[in-house]
């Protein structure tokens, strides 16, 4: 109905606010009607504006700034909806070295209540572990797994 | 609730049977490229119940059964056991299909369709992936997706 | 032929003028996320005739000048400079564009039009840039694309 | 014409696969027409087969397998009509340090006659610098310029 999905939405973007400043340190953002007067049939926007720039079309945006507000909006809804489980497949390779710090700041909030499996190729990522995981192909075509011990994390090159 | 264990046999790129036991908090996976990371994840959503064999990067049902290496033949099924831990209790979800594309299901060992899978996963908070899943290569389209594809994500969040 | 220098000024973010100097060789470019880089190939491919602005991840003409900033107010036009080197003689092209759309080009200060422009690229040697440009996330996608698509890129190559 | 296409399709091809063989260190790789029968129409097909792998669909490519088939057609088209110049935006980001390390093989053979502009987070990427420039914004919102001494590189976190 109306107004369960207004609710839904509003409740959704404050999570999106609170979010984009853990991971942007600042700016402001904000998930809203595209056509107020019509809340049954609009589409919805995402307007961002990153620390220190100008409000600006999306597509303008970086690949980290992109990546960085594609995760804060899929979290927003994640946390409105919290599963026990997130799965995050290598979504730390646009982003530079303090981008992955504040994503790591975040998961290691969420990550009370939520069990995360991450792949990854960047040792400061590593940081957040609290179990690692190798996988290889010591017989090609075939897959192996074993444990690494997280005391190792940061002698690893992933 | 947590995802204790994954339990892998002749799933794409592991054709002998393997365990991973996975802890709370995150679990992180690296390896060198192709090794099957990814294949790790494409089987736990295989296990809660994927239909579309195109988000498991696959053209037809028998890409994800092992299709043989120099020196192993391609086999003829493949299985995945996924063991939840719900407060104590276990819950085992157990899915296996043949070359012919007939997938056979089971919730602690006994017999069940999809529909069981889905309604297990729901029980324990488990609902559609996009909400928890971010598919590798994926995570810069997130933010640019249209305003109604916005909507539609918010609107099945509600 | 090598491009000796690229010159940006009112172009995108970078509101005064800038000059690079590149080496024959590889020329690195490093920087956090939103830093300008990007902008910096940006800047290339409009300044050697670039006519659709979605290629340039802008969605009107105007995204591609310098849009302001908390001091600095928008500029009113965008220009590059670029300046080859062929075997010790200099071949300098010039862009301008303003608000409205409209682009004036400059070969070797001589007023020109796209066609001029494109003919001495042909004679530096450089063609479509979707055979010497690689964007940003694109390089997943490339091997995945229809039979085709891949037989035009053959045939436009030969 | 069709020898033309043909002998274009051939050339490439050969490019193909010794590219193949520089970045993957071993495997085989193919570029044909999809229908031999009817050359003017007939889309183009690649395929490829990974070292100790059998031959597969492309889809089931690991990301990083997919990033450097890629590569590797765009090169074989590239050396058959090469240009002055080669810019590459964050190619590396979902490759492992080995590949990276092939990679860098490959682009140290091509700089001799091809100047690169290449984008990147990855240190390790850096060992190919001729120049290095990194680009930052002291300023919000306004992009500037410094030069990097290249001896400096293995220290520049980027
Ligand atoms: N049905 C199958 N049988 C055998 N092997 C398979 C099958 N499906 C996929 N593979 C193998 O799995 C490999 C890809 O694995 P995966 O995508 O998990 O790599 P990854 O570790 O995620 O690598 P990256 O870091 O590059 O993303 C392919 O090279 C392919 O050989
Ligand atoms: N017309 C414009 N006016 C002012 N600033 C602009 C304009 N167009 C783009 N920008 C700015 O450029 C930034 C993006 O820069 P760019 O894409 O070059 O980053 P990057 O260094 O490549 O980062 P990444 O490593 O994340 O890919 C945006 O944050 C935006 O603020
Ligand atoms: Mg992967
Ligand atoms: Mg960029």
């Not at chain 1, 690949?63 to 997130?86: H, Q, R, T, V, W």
């Not at chain 2, 195109?54 to 192993?72: M, W």
Request: aromatic share 8%; proline share 3%.
């Amino acid at each position: 109905s109306r107004s369960r999905f207004l609710t839904t939405l509003e409740k959704i973007n404050e999570n999106f606010k609170r979010i984009y400043q853990t991971l942007f340190k600042g700016g402001s953002a904000e998930i809203k009607l595209l056509d107020e007067t019509d809340i049954l049939n609009s589409g919805v926007e995402i307007k961002v504006k990153l620390p220190g720039k100008k409000l600006q079309n999306l597509q303008l945006l970086s690949g980290g700034e992109k990546a960085l507000s594609s995760l804060a909006f899929i979290f927003s809804m994640f946390l409105y909806k919290p599963s026990p489980i997130c799965v995050l497949d290598e979504v730390d390779a646009p982003l530079d070295e303090a981008n992955i710090e504040n994503l790591m700041v975040l998961i290691n909030e969420m990550k009370t209540n939520t069990q995360f499996l991450i792949v990854t190729h960047n040792p400061k990522t590593l940081e957040v572990a609290d179990t690692i995981y190798g996988v290889t192909m010591i017989e090609p075509g075939v897959s192996s797994i074993y444990s690494i011990d997280v005391s190792e994390k940061d002698k690893k090159i992933v | 609730p947590y995802l204790k264990k994954i339990d892998i046999f002749g799933f794409k790129s592991f054709p002998s049977r393997i365990e991973i036991f996975f802890k709370k908090g995150a679990n992180l996976i690296i390896g060198p490229n192709g090794s099957g990371k990814s294949n790790v994840l494409d089987a736990l959503i295989w296990g809660i119940g994927e239909t579309k064999i195109s988000s498991l990067r696959g053209g037809k049902t028998e890409d994800i059964i092992f299709s043989g290496n120099r020196k192993k033949k391609p086999l003829a099924a493949a299985e995945v056991s996924l063991i939840f831990d719900n407060e104590g209790e276990e819950v085992r979800l157990f899915r296996k299909a043949y070359r012919d594309g007939e997938s056979v299901f089971r919730v602690n060992s006994k017999r069940a369709r999809l529909k069981d899978i889905v309604e297990e996963l729901y029980k324990l908070g488990i609902g559609d992936r996009k909400y928890f899943f971010i598919e590798q290569g994926m995570i810069g389209n997130i933010i640019t997706m249209g305003h109604l594809e916005k909507r539609i994500l918010i609107e099945e969040a509600a």
